[in-house]
Nanobody, 126 residues
Framework: QVQLVESGGGLVQAGESLTLSCAVFGDTATFNGFAWYVQLPGTVREIERELVAAISSEGATKYADLVKDRFTISRDDAKNTVTQLIADRKPEDTAVYCC????????????????WGQGTQVTVSS
């Protein structure tokens, strides 16, 4: 069983940087990738998420087009953490950010169903 716990969210000012962290607990041997998602607004009963960034065990990364110039995903396997740096924050970055795990092969990320954290709220004021 894998458990993911996000932290680092809060109310921040536009233009500044923010780092989100995801602590990983449990056996992740089945998976070689991690990813950050945003929870789509208005989805509560059945949460829908959109991929922001993903990283493989070899350090290969992929980003959504809208954020690739400002978001940086990294992982520290020794500390069992996955981080997401958000530079030059904008009001449209306001969202709940969730961490997930899955498989990353040939430039594609395949999320593992049900392996999500609770998310951390990021609110960016203008």
């Amino acid at each position: 069983q894998v458990q993911l716990v996000e932290s680092g969210g809060g109310l921040v000012q536009a233009g500044e940087s923010l780092t989100l962290s995801c602590a990983v607990f449990g056996d992740t041997a089945t998976f070689n990738g991690f990813a950050w998602y945003v929870q789509l607004p208005g989805t509560v009963r059945e949460i829908e998420r959109e991929l922001v960034a993903a990283i493989s065990s070899e350090g290969a990364t992929k980003y959504a087009d809208l954020v690739k110039d400002r978001f940086t995903i990294s992982r520290d396997d020794a500390k069992n953490t996955v981080t997401q740096l958000i530079a030059d924050r904008k009001p449209e970055d306001t969202a709940v950010y969730c961490c997930g795990t899955g498989r990353y092969y040939n430039g594609h990320y395949y999320p593992a169903a049900g392996y999500w954290g609770q998310g951390t709220q990021v609110t960016v004021s203008s």
